[in-house]
């Protein structure tokens, strides 16, 4: 791995991880599934905007538009959709650690229900990074944490891992990328729009901090990130660059500690620690597998 490739993983995992804090400080101002809409509705018109600039088209294969849809459904609507009226509740960082666990998820489902063959490292791995989310969830239980905040993350990790699994072997998109990524963003905000103004209504505590804040969201995570990510993804394959995933629970807690002064503490700490350990086994462990 070159340095450009890992540069381009730390600042993948930075940005992913940043989501959290600034959702965080999103929907303690602005009603969280009208924001989210917003959000997706904005990036991805940005998003096809882009594509079509270069060259890219919206003529796809079925295989490709069932993806669109799948992750517009479950990454979009349901995932980030459930951790936004979670974190009205739930700290940032809690819910960054929940969705960390994805990798974890998606390796023991693919072993339990696609018979998928785990390594002796990555079966440690699984153990590791579990113990480590339940030794956190119990200190965070003993501190009179949100349950209902809690299971809507939960959740929402358990549809990530659904879709991911779904559309495994379907194309990535070839030279159409950035397209079937803005096309997943609008399937998003036109699923979320209905619930938003059937549930919530428009009371809005406007500020800088929230003006920057939604902006930040839709061009770092919500481009930015998925752009570096498909980048980094054409030079190392996915497989490797699914690594960089272990850092997502360090990035997430100390992003939430410094931006949102949310306090850490040992148990948190010692349990972020265990899963990016767990996570990193069970990623060389697929890559260990792909090149053997």
Known sequence: M???????????????????ASAKIIVQAAPPLMALSL??????????????????????????????????????ALYLGLNFVAMQTVEASLAAIIASSMPLLVAFAGWAFAGERLRPMAIAGLAAGF???????????????DLYGVALCVIGAIA???????????????????????????????????PALALESFNVAWSWQLGAAFSYTVLIPGLAATWV??????????????????????????????????????????????????ILAVQRARVAEKLG
């Open 160 to 194: 990530l891992t659904v879709a991911t699994l779904s559309v495994r072997g379907a194309s990535a998109g070839g030279s159409n990328l950035l397209m079937i990524v803005g096309l997943q963003m609008l399937v998003g905000s036109a699923l979320l729009a209905g």
């Open 39 to 76: 959000r997706f509705l904005i990036s991805g018109l940005i998003g096809i905007l882009i594509a079509r600039a270069l060259g890219q088209t919206w003529h796809l294969t079925r295989a490709q538009w069932r993806a669109i849809f799948i992750f517009g459904l479950s990454q979009n």
């Open 229 to 278: 990510w498909f980048l980094l993804v054409g030079r190392i394959g996915a497989v490797r660059a699914a690594t960089f995933h272990f850092l997502n629970p360090f990035f997430g807690v100390a992003v939430a500690a410094l931006l949102l002064g949310e306090s850490l503490g040992v148990y948190d700490v010692l349990g972020v620690v265990i899963i990016m350990g767990g």
């Open 131 to 145: 113990g480590g989310v339940a030794l956190i969830m119990g200190a965070r239980l003993g501190g009179g944490v």
């Open 2 to 20: 070159d340095i450009r490739a890992l540069m381009m993983g730390l600042a993948f995992a930075f940005m992913w991880s940043s989501a959290f």
